[in-house]
């Protein structure tokens, strides 16, 4: 199941859940794409790499928001953007950890003809972890 299709299904399923949270999140989602979708010049379907981007960009502002809320001393409205930030990670892949990262670099640097090139990894990186990494 494509991941638009997926995201349809999760917004009918909370609804009948009456998950007042992850519906918030799901419609955000869903709104964030149709959005992109009739801009000018976007194409009508969208593949599952630009809805993570999209998802990704969504994570970011709910972590800002939350961090002002909190600086605010509005934590219970940093509490809601938290819990829609999880529901919505649900629906990228899995980070990388730190190690993780540097573990593949370290490889990808030994394997490499010239050691120090940080293009030819970073390179590397972007078409084999996209969207795993921040």
């Known amino acids: 199941m494509n991941m ?3 995201i349809q299904s999760d917004l009918v399923a909370a609804m009948k859940a009456k998950d ?3 519906l918030a999140s799901v419609r955000a989602i869903k709104t964030a794409i149709t959005v992109a979708k009739t801009a ?3 194409p009508s379907e969208l593949t599952d790499g630009d809805i993570q981007k999209i998802i990704q960009k969504l994570v970011k502002q709910r972590k800002d928001s939350a ?8 934590q219970e409205l940093a509490d809601n953007e938290i819990a829609e930030m999880n529901v919505m990670e649900e629906y990228l892949p899995k980070q990388l950890s730190e190690q993780d990262i540097r573990d593949i670099i ?3 640097m030994v394997q490499s003809d010239v050691p120090c090139n940080m293009g030819i990894v970073m390179k590397y990186f972007k078409e084999n972890y996209s969207g795993q990494y921040d």
Not at 68 to 74: K, L, P, S, V
């Open 4 to 6: 638009e299709k997926r």
């Open 20 to 22: 007042s949270v992850r």
């Open 40 to 42: 000018p010049g976007a």
């Open 67 to 74: 961090e002002q809320y909190i600086a605010a001393g509005r």
């Open 106 to 108: 370290m490889e990808r």
